[in-house]
């Protein structure tokens, strides 16, 4: 790592720990390893969306260039949102893209991943299908987000409709995950998650 | 968007990591192949390049007449603020009045930028960076030879250029009714700013040199060495000074299609930096004057 990347990177990790501001936001860095290369982001779902509750952590790689290019930013915690990918994690954002500037931080970051939480863009997608249901039906794209908050990132929200559906898939032999993964890109309707999962 | 539009092409999440793979293969291509500020080669080795090309072989031919000398900079979107960014240090190593001058603008332009909202954690670390480069060239605790090594220390090169690249952001800013008129659709300045000026190996155009000239208030010309049927290179000075140009600009920059270089005029090559085994022996000769 860079000599001029790892001093940065040392003032940011003071910056985000000790500020309150950044406390009441609900964001949080801490370091994966001792070598300031990999660090670990925690941002906790917005209100009055579909995410409240929850808490995401996010894989954060600090290039050998930084801050000239942007860090590489993943989530871990599944999540069910258009510019996100349910299967990788992988984010569609701008600022983590070609408008990174070496201005902005990774207080910068945290806090645009959360306004990307309340503020989706389906027409930048990173997942088509998560886009698709978000802009063609968006009570069942607020409802299985919701429903994935809870099982992946702590959010108290219960779907016993859900449960039902995913209880059935299961007792034909289908693991949890693909049974998830089925029935959320279907909208929740069990002959669709079923023809999908079995041709 | 409304249910009937066709779905977003292209689902594959390894999509974005694939352009972003190939965009760094192609940058360290260009790396490995071009130093971030070259040494001094004469004018006439352009001539190699364009042996082929009779409109660009008559403009080179009638610039060895007023031009020198030239150093190439790595053609990585970061050409022009980087060639005026080194041009202007090493005029500062013997132009104690342009240190005087640029010393007394910048802490008022720091203030400006704080104003705008850009974030002062960040800027503070670029403007002291350049301030100390500025002091250190200006008080000559660094020298030529310095100079050119610290212009090619990648991370200390970007951070020169990533001061230069705010402070034109903070001028298109500040004047963002005048500079709105040159903006393309509904884009509004703040937005350009956003993505055409602070990102990093954004390409520059007449609107940034505009900008970060009158910004420092350094002159500047530009001598384009394009396709136009001209026999001669046509050249825009910034700013305009119109027909009557009374004072030669400080710096000047070559600009083939898409890249800037640092031009030396016939008179101001004692002033340049580490000469070449190509250099001509004048230039040598002042050198060691």
């Not at chain 1, 954060?60 to 860090?71: C, E, G, K, Q, V």
């Not at chain 2, 004469?42 to 020198?68: C, Q, W």
């Not at chain 2, 004072?247 to 030396?264: A, F, K, M």
Request: glycine letters at 4%.
């Amino acid at each position: 790592m860079s000599n001029i990347a790892q001093q940065r990177i040392q003032r940011e990790f003071r910056e985000v720990v000790k500020s309150d501001e950044v406390a009441k936001s609900g964001i949080e860095l801490a370091l994966a390893h001792d070598d300031l290369t990999e660090l670990v982001g925690t941002i906790k779902g917005p209100p009055d969306t579909p995410y409240e509750g929850g808490t995401y952590q996010l894989e954060i790689r600090i290039p050998d260039t930084y801050p000239f290019n942007p860090p590489k930013v993943r989530f871990v915690t599944k999540i069910w949102h258009p510019n996100i990918s349910s299967v990788t994690g992988a984010i569609c954002l701008d600022i983590l893209k070609d408008q990174w500037a070496a201005a902005m931080t990774l207080r910068t970051v945290l806090l645009s991943l959360q306004a990307l939480l309340a503020a989706p863009e389906p027409d930048d997608p990173q997942d088509a299908v998560v886009a698709r249901q978000f802009s063609a039906d968006y009570k069942t794209f607020f409802k299985t987000a919701q429903h994935w908050a809870s099982v992946f990132a702590g959010a108290p929200h219960e779907h016993p409709d859900f449960d039902r559906l995913l209880t059935k898939l299961k007792d034909m032999g289908v693991d949890e995950s693909s049974a998830r993964v089925a029935l959320s890109s279907c909208g929740w309707d069990i002959h669709r998650a079923t023809e999908q999962l079995f041709n | 968007m409304s249910s009937e539009s066709p779905p977003p092409a292209a689902s594959g999440d390894n999509q974005d990591e694939l352009i972003l793979a190939q965009k760094e293969a192609i940058a360290q291509d260009i790396a490995s192949n071009a130093s971030l500020v070259g040494n001094l080669e004469p004018v006439y080795s352009l001539e190699r390049e364009f042996s082929h090309d009779a409109v660009f072989m008559t403009k080179i031919g009638n610039l060895k007449g007023r031009y020198a000398e030239l150093r190439r900079t790595r053609p990585d979107g970061n050409c022009f603020f980087r060639a005026v960014a080194y041009r202007y240090f090493e005029l500062l190593l013997h132009r104690p009045d342009e240190y005087e001058r640029i010393k007394a603008l910048l802490p008022r332009a720091k203030a400006q930028m704080i104003e705008l909202g850009m974030p002062t954690f960040t800027l503070e670390d670029f403007y002291d960076n350049f301030m100390d480069h500025v002091d250190r060239v200006g008080q000559a605790h660094m020298d030529a030879q310095q100079l050119f090594e610290t212009f090619n220390e990648p991370g200390q090169s970007d951070y020169l250029v990533v001061f230069l690249r705010l402070l034109t952001s903070m001028q298109l800013q500040r004047n963002a009714e005048f500079y709105q008129n040159f903006m393309e659709g509904d884009k509004t300045v703040a937005e350009f700013c956003a993505t055409e000026v602070e990102p990093m190996y954004n390409e520059s155009d007449h609107i940034h040199i505009t900008a970060l000239t009158e910004a420092t208030g350094i002159s500047l010309r530009v001598i384009y060495l394009d396709r136009g049927s001209q026999t001669e290179a046509s050249l825009h000075d910034f700013p305009d000074q119109g027909e009557s140009a009374a004072t030669t600009p400080l710096v000047h920059l070559l600009y083939r299609p898409g890249h800037y270089d640092v031009i030396y005029p016939v008179k101001s090559t004692s002033e340049s930096g580490p000469a070449t085994s190509n250099a001509t022996v004048t230039t040598t000769a002042e050198l060691s004057s």
